[in-house]
Structure formats: C-alpha cells, structure tokens
C-alpha cells in the first residue's frame, strides 16, 4: 500500500497514466497499456532532470484518499460496531484501518458506515465484502446496491 498519494497513479478505462513531477509539478499522460499485467511501480524522468517513482494502479474507479472516521461491523454475532478511519474510498469499495488486532477475513461480509465530508454530512450506510487485508488496512468491495451512488459520485469528483 501507498502511503504518499502524490507516488500513485490510478489507471482506470483507457489505459492512459497522468503522471506528475513532485518537483516542478510539470503534468504528462502515457500509455501504460503494456504493463496493465505486468510491473507496477516504475522510475520516471522528468523534463526538470527529476526522477522519481510511480506506482501504478489499474481500478474500475477514481479513488479519493480521505480521512473520515467509521464505524464497521463485519461478521452478524457482533453486537456493536467498532471504530475506523476511512483511509480511501471509490464508487465501488473503501479502504479502512481498524485499531488495534483483529480477526477479519478475506471473503468476510458486514457493513461500514460515515459521514462524508460534503456540505450536507451525507451518512453513507454500506454493505460490504472483505477483499483484501495489510495489518491493519482493509481493503472491501461495496455489495452492489444503489444507495448512495448520487451522493458518492458528486464526493468523488476530481
């Protein structure tokens, strides 16, 4: 996981990289079709003489990294739901970090809840399934529904 957004780059339907220079912010997009399979952190050379790493991530959707708090429950004996930190979130699933250990699985199902930050706190209430887990960072798909599309799209805007 990428802890410095300004290193990653999201691929997301054509195929096509935006990649920007940390040092003179000079902006040049690229095919990266040929490693959509293949290598996903290369070295890059600015015009400015600067070389720097990328990290390559090919997603169906944008994701936009945020620090909202949460709250998840993920498995139905639980009785309460547990606090998190929403660490990045895109139209079809959310990253999160959990405090302290944990017994979540990959495949896992349950729901997560916050508050967008937009100008009318939307409460964002969404099922979830587990798909992947870093220490404390899980990663989970939205289980399809609608709710929320509007809401999410307009927040997720670049």
Known sequence: MVNDPSKLTSIVKDDAATVVCPVCYLARQTSVKQFR?????????????????????????????????????????????????????????ACFEVR????????QKGTINFTLDDHKQTIVLKSVTVRTIQGNYI????????????????????
Do not use: W
């Open 37 to 93: 399979h293949k290598q996903h952190t290369l070295k890059a050379k600015c015009k400015c003489g600067h070389i720097f790493k990328i990290e390559l991530e090919f997603r169906q959707h944008r994701r936009k990294q945020t620090a909202m708090q949460g709250k998840y429950k993920l498995s139905s004996h639980d009785t309460r739901n547990k606090a998190v930190k929403i660490i990045n979130l895109s139209m079809s699933g």
């Open 100 to 107: 302290g250990k944990h017994d979540i699985q990959i495949g």
């Open 139 to 158: 990663g989970c798909d939205f289980i399809e529904d609608r709710a929320y599309q509007k809401e999410l799209g307009f927040f997720l805007k670049p």
